[in-house]
């Protein structure tokens, strides 16, 4: 009898639990600079990996992605062709390098293919984005036109540390009111979080799509808005609920 309730009471605690052994997922498109110097190497240089960044892994494996390119001077320009798949923490990751032929903003974005959640029993797919300025400081603004996209408010380049980023959430270009979204800084080892609640920061947009977030250290950070995507057929032919996110990585540097 005794052994019936325990068991009992585990099924009812499991849904409790569960959202607690859930960890962030983000999408980084992470530069080695977002501001390249005026008589320095044109070359960008971008390093691609699906992983927890405030934790620091595990890393998961990266399909081959769906979409890659960059938008500058109002064209987009594919660049599958330059993605070179590589092995971090033994998962398949990618790195990628372009040269900015000419001064400009340049918006790199990538759409991954779907990932297979098994333990929350959803694919994720996430939409990232990364500004690069070359002696513009014009066109940072530019939307792809993703299917959910961050549009920034603030110049996502050449902030300080403890500066606010601010932004707008869209789907198919209308705002996303009351989004939930998940902020983490990428992780360099210095910083344990105390507790789970420190690693990801949890806001969410307002009624017009709009949020903010002041970043108090020196760093990339990203921001992810989740929505719900279509279904699509998972592991067993059943149509399985899609996560759909923007993301965008911002830099901030301390003043010294």
């Known amino acids: 009898m005794l052994r019936r309730l325990l068991a009992a009471a585990a099924v009812l605690l499991m849904p409790t639990l569960a959202p607690s052994l859930a960890r962030a997922h983000f999408q980084e498109i992470i530069p080695a600079a977002d501001i390249l110097a005026?008589?320095?190497?044109?070359?960008?240089?971008?390093?691609?990996?699906?992983?927890?960044?405030?934790?620091?892994?595990?890393?998961?494996?990266m399909a081959p992605p769906v979409r890659f390119g960059v938008m500058a001077g109002g064209k987009v320009q594919d660049l599958k062709g330059v993605l070179t798949p590589v092995k971090r923490d033994g998962k398949t990751a990618f790195e990628a390098a372009t040269k900015a032929?000419?001064?400009?903003?340049?918006?790199f974005f990538v759409e991954?293919?779907?990932?297979?959640?098994?333990?929350?029993?959803?694919?994720?797919?996430?939409?990232?984005?990364v500004v690069v300025d070359f002696g513009a400081g014009t066109g940072w603004d530019q939307m792809v036109g993703l299917p959910v996209e961050i549009e920034p408010l603030v110049r996502p380049y050449g902030l300080w540390t403890?500066?606010?980023?601010?932004?707008?959430?869209?789907k198919n270009g209308k705002p996303l009111p009351f989004t939930l979204m998940e902020v983490e800084w990428r992780n360099d080892g210095s910083v344990t979080a105390p507790s789970d609640p420190f690693v990801t920061q949890i806001i969410k947009t307002d009624g017009a799509g709009q949020f903010s977030f002041t970043m108090p250290r020196a760093g990339w950070w990203g921001f992810a808005a989740l929505t719900e995507g279509a279904p699509r057929p998972g592991p067993n032919g059943k149509p399985a609920p899609v996560e759909l996110g923007a993301v965008m990585w911002v830099k901030t540097q301390d003043m010294k």
Do not use: C
Not at 112 to 129: D, F, N, S, T
């Open 162 to 170: 403890g500066s606010q980023f601010r932004g707008i959430v869209r």
């Open 112 to 129: 991954p293919a779907p990932y297979w959640e098994a333990a929350e029993g959803k694919y994720i797919v996430q939409l990232a984005k």
């Open 101 to 107: 032929n000419a001064p400009g903003d340049y918006v």
């Open 38 to 61: 005026d008589n320095g190497d044109r070359m960008i240089r971008l390093a691609l990996s699906f992983t927890h960044p405030m934790e620091r892994g595990p890393v998961m494996e």
